[in-house]
C-alpha cells in the first residue's frame, strides 16, 4: 500500500492546494493531507480550524484522510507508515528550498521520497500568504479560495 503525505500550512487552504490534492490522490493508494501545527508560526487559522476545514473540502475524495502534525516530518512520516511525500511546485523561486528540504529529509530517512507537482497554470501565481494580504484589505478572494471558507477567512480579519 502506497502512502502519502502532503504536508503544509495550509493556513488557508487555497484552490491550489485542492488541485495539488486531487492530482496526487490519484498516483497513491492513500494520501495523507499533514497539517503543520506550528506554534512559533502566527496562523490566521487554530490547526483543528485547518483540519476541519480540509476534511469538509476533501469529502468527496475516498482516498485522502486529514491529520496534523509537529515536529519533523520524517517523524510524522514514519509514524503513520508513509515513504512518499507530495509538494506542489509553483515557480523556479520555489525550487531552492524545496530541494533543500527534499534532500535533508532523504539523507535522514532514506526509504522516504519525494514527489512534486508543478502547479496547473491557473494557480501558479497562488500562495496562502497573498491570500490573507488580499483578504486583511477586503479584497475580492473568490477566485483564490474554495467558496465554503471565504465567510471564514474574512471573518479572521473582522471583515463580514
Ligand atoms: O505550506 P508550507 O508552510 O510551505 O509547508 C512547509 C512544511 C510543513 C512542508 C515544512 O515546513 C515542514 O515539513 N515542517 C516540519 C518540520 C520539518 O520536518 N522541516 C524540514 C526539515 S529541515
Redo the contacts with the bound molecule.
Keep these: 500500500m502506497k502512502r502519502a503525505i502532503y504536508?503544509?500550512?495550509?493556513d488557508p487552504v487555497t484552490n491550489g492546494h485542492i488541485d495539488i490534492i486531487e492530482r496526487s490522490s490519484k498516483l497513491v493508494d492513500e494520501l495523507v493531507v499533514g497539517v503543520?501545527n506550528?506554534s512559533a508560526k502566527n496562523s490566521l487559522f487554530f490547526v483543528d480550524e485547518r483540519v476541519s476545514m480540509l476534511e469538509e473540502l476533501t469529502a468527496y475524495l475516498p482516498n485522502v484522510k486529514i491529520d496534523s502534525f509537529d515536529?519533523?516530518?520524517?517523524d510524522f512520516a514514519k509514524r503513520i507508515d508513509a515513504t512518499i511525500i507530495v509538494?506542489g511546485l509553483r515557480a523556479v523561486t520555489d525550487f531552492e528550498y524545496e530541494l533543500?528540504?527534499a534532500q535533508?529529509?532523504h539523507e535522514v530517512y532514506p526509504e522516504m521520497e519525494t514527489i512534486f507537482l508543478t502547479s496547473s497554470l491557473e494557480y501558479a501565481y497562488l500562495s496562502?500568504t497573498i491570500v490573507k494580504e488580499f483578504a486583511s484589505y477586503g479584497g475580492d478572494i473568490s477566485r483564490f479560495v474554495p467558496k465554503q471558507t471565504i465567510g471564514r477567512i474574512y471573518a479572521k480579519f473582522g471583515i463580514k
Design positions: 504536508p503544509g500550512s495550509f503543520l506550528n515536529g519533523l516530518l520524517v509538494r533543500q528540504i535533508t529529509n496562502s
